[in-house]
């Protein structure tokens, strides 16, 4: 079945520290794969997303690479913001899309000043 | 555009109540979703339409749990009767199908607590 694992968290950094979130994936076919980002009491927003192996997405100085040979699409940022503080999801969607989203369980990151 | 709206933000109910949530997709968005947030279970898709139809319940709970979308503008999802268990937040996302469609847009979610 589809599947994404996540690291565990909560995760906290100082500002301007770099960030990386490990999301590995499993999956029939060729999924599409997504970030997203959810901040206190809101729902969830796409960060960034790619579609085919070797693609990069980025966003807000966030940024993913599919790679289909170690099945990851590792969550990176060079330096973080107070302002980063809150939830990510790793997702997938088994057709090329967002259809059936398959989410990660989470990781919380807290950013201190 | 508003973007996806549901309703209520909050609700709390007694066990054995009926409770209804409600969403509003974005307009000329044809597939719509319902997901469940908990702190043990993380994210679950419950049930998704595309063009008003029910495609997958297969992670609706038990058969407490019913959801409808009678047009393209509106849903609901009902628990009858509802148990302490299903507190949770839901949330309800609506997307364009497509072959480069990419984003589903969360609503803001419906915290329910079942006391």
């Known amino acids: 079945g589809n599947s994404v694992t996540q690291m565990e968290g909560p995760v906290t950094l100082s500002e301007e520290a770099f960030l990386t979130i490990n999301c590995t994936y499993t999956a029939t076919g060729y999924p599409s794969l997504f970030w997203y980002v959810q901040y206190p009491g809101e729902g969830l927003q796409l960060l960034l997303k790619?579609?085919?192996?070797?693609d990069k997405g980025s966003n807000k100085g966030f940024e993913a690479t599919y790679r289909k040979e170690t099945t990851s699409f590792h969550l990176e940022k060079g330096s973080v913001q107070v302002s980063d503080s809150a939830v990510y999801f790793c997702a997938l969607s088994p057709l090329q899309g967002a259809q059936k989203l398959v989410f990660g369980q989470g990781t919380r990151l807290t950013i201190n000043p | 555009d508003a973007g996806v709206i549901q309703s209520p933000r909050h609700e709390v109910t007694e066990m054995g109540q009926e409770v209804t949530l409600r969403c509003k997709p974005i307009s000329g968005h044809n597939s719509l979703f319902w997901y469940r947030q908990t702190m043990m279970r993380g994210l679950e898709l419950l049930i998704y339409?595309?063009?008003?139809?029910?495609?997958?319940d297969s992670g609706m709970p038990e058969d407490r749990f019913s959801a409808k979308m009678p047009n393209a503008s509106f849903s609901t999802l009902k628990i009858q009767p509802s148990e302490p268990r299903d507190s949770a937040v839901y949330f309800c996302?609506?997307?364009?199908?497509?072959?480069?469609?990419?984003?589903?847009?969360f609503g803001q979610g419906t915290r329910l607590t079942v006391v």
């Open positions: 339409f595309n063009n008003n139809v029910p495609i997958d």
């Open positions: 996302a609506s997307t364009w199908p497509g072959l480069m469609n990419t984003e589903a847009f």
């Open positions: 790619a579609t085919k192996a070797d």
